[in-house]
């Protein structure tokens, strides 16, 4: 039976990210427009028990693999994998994350198969004869492409944030096939040896609300500003090149074309002069909010509300409104 819509649910430790969701949702409106049903691909250290939420949240079917050579991520087993279970299933269509595991996967898979794959898509509509129109922005978001892969299945990397989370229905239930993954030494080619944790508080992609600082910071230390406004408001702590190039955080901050694309539901840019590249890392945010002492910033130009003014005296006010108002 082919099951239509797949969606690689990827895992951060062994909790499901929250993007995986997101797609179950997209997957889940897909199969209802063409009668078919949706499978999540569940990979990597994770109990059987806590898949019930992939169901809950638009799945028909559960593939889960749980051996020891999946512990850790490997190119090669995952792709795999999931290029084998594909070329017996037949599935319309695969949908990955575009996050650095989705973006470095999918190709892998779609190259296995021998299709083409579409990446960092925003957007994307299905025509009447079940082929998929995806959107995806190109050449630092100077233009909006509308993209159709090669070959069945029709795969993609999605952005975080773009699609909705549907709202969990616990009495939905889904099947559990649970295979396992045998390899020889000529598919495992790497082993990891150590993986090396680095900042756990730095989870841009998928982050609601982004406060993000810029060369007009000056130096690492009024970055504690950025830092107060983004724990009153739940946020992450994003910045531009500039200031990563400066020294006044680190990379894994960096949001842009050569750092993390976003779509947050809000992101506060302060003290960026919005750049380019930049801006083709963070355009799609749905609300973006400039604060910049220079009128002419090219932040302003798709900023949605747009404040001009010394930061160093906005940002702490607006830190502490914002504090007693939201208690």
């Not at 059987?48 to 809950?56: I, V, W, Y």
């Not at 990955?96 to 973006?103: N, S």
């Not at 406060?211 to 994003?238: D, H, P, T, W, Y």
């Not at 973006?288 to 949605?304: G, L, M, S």
Request: with cysteine; proline share 4%; glycine share 8%.
């Amino acid at each position: 039976m082919a099951r239509n819509f797949w969606v690689f649910a990827e895992l951060s430790g062994s909790e499901f990210r929250k993007v995986a969701f997101e797609l179950l949702g997209l997957a889940r409106k897909l199969a209802y427009k063409t009668g078919g049903d949706v499978t999540a691909l569940a990979i990597g250290p994770i109990e059987e028990s806590n898949t019930a939420k992939l169901g809950h949240t638009g799945a028909d079917h559960i593939i889960l693999c749980a051996d020891d050579v999946v512990k850790d991520y490997s190119t090669e087993v995952y792709a795999t994998i999931i290029a084998d279970l594909a070329s017996e299933y037949k599935p319309l269509a695969i949908f990955f994350p575009a996050t650095a595991r989705g973006k470095d996967l999918a190709p892998k898979v779609a190259a296995k198969l021998g299709v083409g794959s579409a990446s960092d898509c925003t957007g994307l509509e299905m025509t009447d004869n079940q082929r998929i129109i995806f959107t995806r922005p190109m050449y630092a978001g100077k233009i909006i492409a509308q993209v159709e892969t090669s070959g069945e299945p029709q795969i993609a990397t999605i952005r975080p944030n773009v699609f909705p989370s549907p709202t969990p229905d616990e009495s939905r239930k889904a099947d559990v096939e649970r295979i396992s993954a045998d390899f020889g030494e000529d598919v495992i080619k790497t082993k990891i040896l150590e993986t090396i944790v680095g900042d756990a508080e730095v989870n841009l992609t998928e982050a609601d609300i982004i406060v993000s600082g810029g060369r007009g910071m000056r130096n690492a230390e009024n970055f504690q500003i950025i830092r107060e406004l983004a724990k009153v408001l739940g946020a992450a702590v994003g910045a531009s090149r500039a200031a990563v190039d400066e020294d006044f955080i680190s990379q894994p901050h960096q949001v842009g074309q050569t750092g993390k694309t976003v779509s947050p539901n809000l992101y506060i840019a302060c003290g960026i002069s919005g750049a380019i590249q930049h801006r083709a890392g963070m355009s799609t945010s749905k609300c973006i909010v400039a604060i910049n002492n220079n009128p002419d910033a090219d932040i302003f130009k798709i900023a949605d509300l747009g404040v001009v003014g010394d930061l160093f005296k906005i940002v702490p006010v607006l830190t502490e409104e914002l504090r007693k108002e939201m208690g």
